[in-house]
Structures are given as C-alpha cells and as structure tokens.
C-alpha cells in the first residue's frame, strides 16, 4: 500500500549518517530508531492524492536523536520542515532556542525532543514559581488576551515525555 513499517529497533551509530524514509503513504515506527548523528528525515503522503498521510509511532516506540542530529519531516509536496532537537532541560533565563526553556527564544520555530527530560528541579525556578511557561504572558493581562505572544511553532515529543514539570498558574 505504499506504506513504510519500521518494524525492528533500528541504531545509526557514529558517523554522517543519513536515513530517509519516503513513502507514497503513511511510516510507522513500530520499534525504536535511535541516531547518534547524522540526519533522519521522513518523507511521506508522496502521493499527491493522499492528503490523509502521517507518520505514526505505535507500540511505545520512540525517536531517539542526540543533539546536533538533524530531523524533518515532508508531507507530500508541502514545504520541508526541520526541526532543532532539544534534549535538555535548559537553565531558569535560557533563551536559546536549543534547550526546552530556551524555546522562549524562538516562538515559531519547530522543536522535536530527542530524549526523555527530567524536569524535577523546576519547582525551585524564578523565585519557586517553577518553569516560565512557553510564550510570553504578563501577569495584569488575562490569559486569554490576544496581545500574549504565543507559540507558532511545532512540538513533537518523538515518544518521549517531560517528567516532573512545575509550573505555578498565576490565575488561580
């Protein structure tokens, strides 16, 4: 059916690997990939008469890329998207646009995390107000006012998760 089934953990080692996979439909990661450098890039929907294409991770199947890897992602015969690999958490003021706070220094860019992330020393950030959240807020505006400065980017977790965030709500 045109589709692509990763279906065997799969490890790219040391070197400027690249792996591209293309498929006239759907990829599904069944097992894990891991890429230690080099570039990963999924082609997919190259049939321009299916709009409904994806890539999926099934099975508890995750991603695994160690920064400076590169990642994209290209749905039929739309734009490229890459994507900068965040694997660390970043320090309370980042705002690098290469760590998970410092995505703050870049609201429209697209971020996919490498790894999972310990986040259990946020709590104890900003004055223990915990992780400053993605996006500009300002405490006297509500948070539903247009003039907040949101995210415009795209996130994707790759299978991995964020664990132990703190964030404390200033609307209570």
């Known amino acids: 059916k045109g589709n692509i089934n990763v279906n065997a953990d799969l490890i790219l080692g040391i070197g400027p ?68 690999v965040i694997s660390s958490l970043g320090s309370a003021s980042s705002m690098t646009g290469a760590d998970l706070q410092g995505i703050n220094g870049n609201l429209s860019g697209n971020y996919v995390l490498g790894t999972d992330i310990d986040a259990s020393g946020t709590w104890e950030w900003n004055g223990y107000t915990g992780f400053d959240p993605i996006g500009f807020y300002n405490t006297n505006l509500s948070p539903m006012d247009s003039s907040q400065q949101a995210f415009r980017g795209r996130f994707d977790g790759l299978g991995h998760a964020i664990n132990g965030l703190s964030i404390e709500s200033m609307y209570q």
């Open 17 to 84: 690997n690249t792996l591209t996979l293309s498929a006239h439909n759907d990829i599904n990661i069944n097992a894990n990939i891991t890429m230690n450098a080099g570039s990963l890039f999924f082609k997919y929907g190259q049939d321009v008469n299916n709009t409904a294409a994806n890539y999926y991770l099934n099975n508890g199947a995750k991603v695994n890329l160690s920064v400076g890897v590169g990642f994209s992602t290209q749905k039929g015969s739309e734009a490229t998207k890459n994507y900068t």
